[in-house]
């Protein structure tokens, strides 16, 4: 991406999450994600959730894809992000339910 756009991109990403953080209730959270994502963009956001979940309490592969029907290369990609990424998963999970 060339300076421009990506400067562009990068806006419109805080912005984003600027927005997220003015979420106060459930009905606005699921308001905004409603109008924001289709049905499928936040099936494969929340999938990602739960398989993230459920690897941060060591559960096995064959019992994630049978609970969420992930595939093992999502699985997998969400365990990167788990050991490597920004740990985002870890800092929400730590919050509890």
């Known amino acids: ?14 912005y984003l999450y600027e927005t ?10 699921e308001a905004l994600f409603d109008d924001l994502c289709t049905k499928t963009e936040l099936a494969s956001i929340s999938q990602r959730l739960v398989v993230a979940k459920m690897l941060s309490e060591k559960k096995v592969y064959s019992d994630i894809v049978a609970q969420t029907g992930a595939s093992t290369a ?24």
């Open 1 to 14: 991406m060339t300076g421009r756009n990506n400067d562009r991109v990068n806006q419109n990403i805080q």
């Open 20 to 29: 997220i953080l003015k979420i106060e209730t459930l009905e606005e959270c």
């Open 74 to 97: 999502t699985i997998s990609r969400v365990n990167r992000s788990l050991a490597f990424g920004a740990g985002g998963y870890d800092k929400i999970f730590s919050k509890g339910e």
